[in-house]
């Protein structure tokens, strides 16, 4: 172990320990943050902390900006805006295996996973953040109605937009810090951004959405009012953190199925 890894990890966990003091992250979080970031490390240096980085402080700063409008979500949403392990792992997992691949078997295809997973990740967040904020309710792309802002599988323009945007900081980082290609670029920025959107039919169609027995709130957690709800769509074992995970793995394992097609 060589003293820059030993410098970068004492970074991480400096980094680990002020997103904690701050609320961005719970204790779990933090302990998560600190392997996928040293599995990151031992692959792609500081560079890959960078890109993770970027993802991780521009969607915890948007998931506290306007945090009283957003307020109300808390009762619908399973989680709140502190990242636990679970959340950590669903978003960093993969970008952690493709430095670990980087390390033990070197490719340049784990630089465009890397890539296509943080931008998917910053995509979805992105959209979910901002999308919030829309002054009109978002339309379910299960039956193309207005649904409740907040509500999983469900678009607006707004979303829709700033999902782009945050496909496109990542494979801005991405390009310049590794000198990437320009094809790798679009890459990085359209399976970005397919990522959120597979992120939202899987929303639509397979995570877990419950009825409150008390109030008839539609939400995304088991329990609410003290009482077990009921199921009403999709899978139990279905929810946002496993819909996060499989939307970033398929938009990775496309992109590189059609990178080594071109």
Same mark, same amino acid.
């Given at each position: ?24 992250l719970?204790?779990? %979080? ?8 040293? +599995?990151?490390? /031992?692959? *792609? ?9 970027? *993802?991780?402080?521009?969607s915890?700063?948007? !998931?506290k ?11 619908? =949403?399973?989680? #709140?805006?502190?990242r ?8 960093? %997992? ?9 390390? $033990? ?5 784990? $630089? ?10 910053n ?5 979910? &953040?901002?999308?919030?904020?829309s002054? @009109?309710?978002?339309?379910?792309? @299960?039956?193309?109605k207005?649904v ?9 323009? %707004?979303g829709?937009?700033? #999902? *782009? ?11 310049l ?5 320009? &094809?790798?670029? $679009?890459?990085?920025?359209? *399976?970005?951004? $397919? #990522? ?12 877990? &959405?419950?009825?409150? @027995?008390? +109030? %008839? /709130? =539609?939400?995304?957690?088991?329990i =609410? +009012? =003290?009482?077990?709800?009921?199921l +009403? ?16 793995? !398929?938009a ?8 080594? #097609?071109?």
């Amino acid at each position: 172990m060589n003293a820059d890894y030993i410098g970068v990890l004492a970074f991480i966990v400096i980094g680990a320990v002020l997103a904690w003091k701050s609320k961005m992250l719970s204790p779990s %979080g933090a302990v998560m943050a600190v392997l996928v970031g040293s +599995c990151l490390t /031992l692959g *792609f240096g500081i560079k890959g902390i960078i890109v993770m980085g970027t *993802f991780f402080v521009s969607s915890s700063l948007l !998931s506290k900006w306007n945090g009283k409008k957003k307020s109300s979500l808390v009762e619908i =949403h399973e989680k #709140g805006s502190v990242r636990d392990w679970a959340q950590v792992l669903a978003n960093g %997992g993969i970008a952690a295996a493709a430095g670990l691949s980087v390390f $033990f078997w070197p490719t340049p295809l784990s $630089f465009l996973a890397l890539g296509i997973s943080l931008a998917s990740a910053n995509s979805d967040t992105w959209a979910s &953040e901002l999308g919030t904020l829309s002054k @009109r309710p978002p339309i379910s792309i @299960r039956n193309f109605k207005r649904v409740a802002t907040g509500t999983s599988g469900a678009i607006s323009l %707004g979303g829709t937009l700033a #999902g *782009f945007l945050g496909s496109l900081l990542i494979a801005v980082v991405s390009t310049l810090l590794f000198q990437l290609s320009l &094809e790798l670029f $679009f890459f990085i920025l359209f *399976f970005g951004f $397919f #990522g959120m959107l597979i992120d939202t039919i899987l929303g639509a169609y397979l995570q877990a &959405e419950y009825i409150c @027995r008390k +109030c %008839g /709130l =539609h939400i995304e957690k088991p329990i =609410h +009012c =003290h009482e077990e709800a009921v199921l +009403c769509k999709g899978s139990s074992w279905i929810r946002n953190d496993t819909v996060n995970f499989i939307s970033s793995l !398929s938009a990775v394992l496309l992109g590189l199925f059609f990178f080594n #097609g071109f």
